[in-house]
């Protein structure tokens, strides 16, 4: 035993430092469900900056230095509050915002979001989902971004008003009806964000044979 890790010290050295780079500096995620759509699919592997909010204590949550603050519009990646698996959504409401939704609309500090028809997206709703989806792009808040709604499928399309406490933020899914987000789960509080979503790093079609798909490779997410 001793012999074998004197002899493979520089390859075990290299893991260890891969795993450190990538629970503190950056990490890439493949995303097995379609909560993003139509900006994130089945099969993309994200790239996700972790410095982008806080540095951690390497393999903890334990924060030694503030970064950044998390912005509305940001795509994140988090620890559930309730189970702890790990999720990718959008921040949606920031500390010390108002926001409630309405028959699917939003309404942010007494502002009602925008909402205009997109194209219908060319891919399934969601591998689990085969129906058409119906897209649209939201305006909130100076930000926009591309949504989806699944038509026929039952959501919690309303929730009353609510104020975000310091320290927590609402999360939403791009794709509203096939989401488990703040809805379902709750806020979540700064301490359980991962990083920031920034970039398709590459992309395979779970339908289609696994084949690539190239046109997504290096794409900036928005």
């Known amino acids: 035993m001793k012999n074998w890790l004197r002899q493979n010290r520089g390859f075990l050295a290299f893991l260890l430092l891969l795993g450190l780079f990538r629970t503190a500096v950056a990490d890439w995620n493949p995303v097995p469900s379609g909560s993003m759509h139509p900006n994130i699919l089945e099969g993309d592997v994200v790239l996700v900056n972790r410095l982008a909010y806080d540095f951690k204590l390497p393999l903890t949550d334990h ?7 998390p912005q ?3 795509i994140v990646t988090f620890h559930s509050p309730r189970d702890g698996v790990r999720l990718i959504k959008r921040i949606v409401a920031l500390p010390g915002d108002r926001i409630a ?9 007494g502002q009602v979001a925008g909402y205009a028809a997109l194209p219908t997206p060319a891919e399934r709703a969601a591998l ?9 792009r939201e305006y909130i ?4 971004h591309a949504i989806q ?3 026929g499928v039952a959501a919690r399309d309303n ?5 975000i406490p310091d320290g927590h933020y609402l999360v939403l899914g791009d794709n509203r009806d096939n989401s488990a987000d703040s809805r379902y789960i709750g806020l979540v509080p700064r301490r359980l964000l991962i990083g920031k979503a920034e970039r398709v790093l590459l992309s395979v079609d779970m339908l289609g044979a696994w084949w690539p798909r190239l046109e997504r490779f290096g794409q900036t997410l928005v």
Do not use: C, H
Request: glycine fraction near 8%; aromatic fraction near 10%.
């Open 101 to 109: 939704m309405r028959d699917k609309q939003l309404i942010l500090n």
């Open 63 to 69: 924060v030694l230095l503030t970064l950044g603050k």
């Open 159 to 163: 929730f009353a008003e609510l104020s």
């Open 141 to 144: 808040a100076g930000e926009q």
């Open 128 to 136: 689990d989902a085969p129906w058409q989806a119906q897209a649209y």
């Open 72 to 74: 509305r519009g940001d």
């Open 149 to 151: 709604w699944l038509p």
